[in-house]
């Protein structure tokens, strides 16, 4: 079974820093890009950026680039999405999840899209 | 970046209802569209990809047509299980970006 696992809820600090996890089994993880999406409770998705874990090639979304850092370890098929500094604005669930490519490149690809989603990290952070 | 809205944000409708859902970009994104329903507490679920192509596994009572920077999802007869909020996420650039959402409840 295709599958994305993610780390359990994090509750945190101010200040303090944090690396959630999202662990591919069931397909090759390094020929599928992985992203990382935001949703504040009760509101929308927010692409944050992905990873190729072949490469660690990464783009970002500009809202997010400096926040965060994305990872891989193509070694233990897992990506990682990390904080040096959280905030309360922080608070969120985020989902990992394969963006699916028919080719490795993606490029002119009508097919790109999120088809594996992870079930969600919670993470709380306190003032 | 694409800019990404949805119409209505919200909607009520009775099972076997006859819904429809509109997502526009502020540019041509051609048929980079895909479209994913949400249930409270759980993952987005993929439903439909390259703006008419039905995910696996997705009931055939969903549908998707548009092209440029208009699109609809289409939900021919609604069921129970239905209920839930569904985005619109353009992969013509890679910098994804997702509409606001809109949510179907139970009339």
């Known amino acids: 079974e295709v599958q994305l696992v993610q780390s359990g809820a994090e509750v945190k600090k101010s200040g303090e820093s944090l690396k959630i996890s999202c662990k591919g089994s069931?397909?090759?993880?390094?020929?599928?890009?992985i992203g990382w999406v935001r949703q504040v409770t009760g509101k929308g998705l927010e692409w944050m950026g992905t990873?190729?874990?072949?490469?660690?090639?990464?783009r970002y979304s500009p809202s997010f680039q400096g926040q965060v850092t994305i990872s891989a370890d193509k070694s233990i098929n897992t990506a990682y999405l990390q904080w040096s500094s959280l905030k309360a604005s922080d608070t969120a669930m985020y989902y990992c999840a394969r963006r699916y490519c028919s080719s490795i490149s993606c490029y002119g690809d009508l097919k790109d899209s999120f088809d594996i989603w992870g079930q969600g990290t919670m993470v709380a952070v306190s003032s | 970046d694409i800019q990404m809205t949805q119409s209505p944000s919200s909607l009520s409708a009775s099972v076997r209802d006859r819904v429809t859902i509109t997502c526009r970009a502020s540019q041509s994104i051609n048929r980079y569209l895909n479209w994913y329903q949400q249930k409270p507490g759980k993952a987005p679920k993929l439903l439909i990809y390259?703006?008419?192509s039905l995910q696996s596994g997705v009931p055939s009572r969903f549908s998707g047509s548009g092209s440029g920077t208009d699109f609809t999802l289409t939900i021919s007869s609604l069921q129970p299980e239905d209920f839930a909020t569904y985005y619109c996420q353009q992969s013509y650039s890679t910098a994804f970006t997702f509409g606001p959402g809109t949510k179907v409840d139970i009339k």
């Open positions: 069931g397909y090759s993880f390094t020929s599928y890009w």
């Open positions: 390259a703006a008419s």
């Open positions: 990873i190729s874990p072949g490469d660690s090639a990464s």
